[in-house]
C-alpha cells in the first residue's frame, strides 16, 4: 500500500468464512470511517451475508465502532457472527474427553 497523495489513505478490508478470504485495499479520503471504507471496498457484494448491523468490525483484531476514523495502512476486519458460545464449546470438549477417557 503505498501512498501518494497526503489528502488520502489506504487501508485493507478483510472477511473471511472457513471456504475462502478476501481482503480489498481501498484509497479513501483522510477523515474517512471504518463504514466508509467496508461500504468503498464494495466486499458485501462478494459476501451479501455481511450485514453491518449484525457483523462487528476491528481494525488488527480490536473491536472498533464503524464510526471510527481509519488510518493510514489499518487492516479494517469484518467478523463473522459466532456459531457457537466459547463457553458451551468448552464444556462439551471437556465432557467428550471425560467420557472418551472412561471409556478406555
Known sequence: MQQDNPNTLDVEVMYA????????????PRGSTLRAAIERSRIGEQFPEIDLTVNKVGVFGQLRSLDDIVQAGDRIEIYRPLQIDPKEARRK?????RTSSRSS
Not at 470438549?93 to 474427553?97: L, M, R
Open 93 to 97: 470438549n471437556a465432557g467428550a474427553t
Open 17 to 28: 468464512r472457513p471456504d475462502v478470504q478476501q481482503g480489498v485495499v481501498v484509497e479513501l
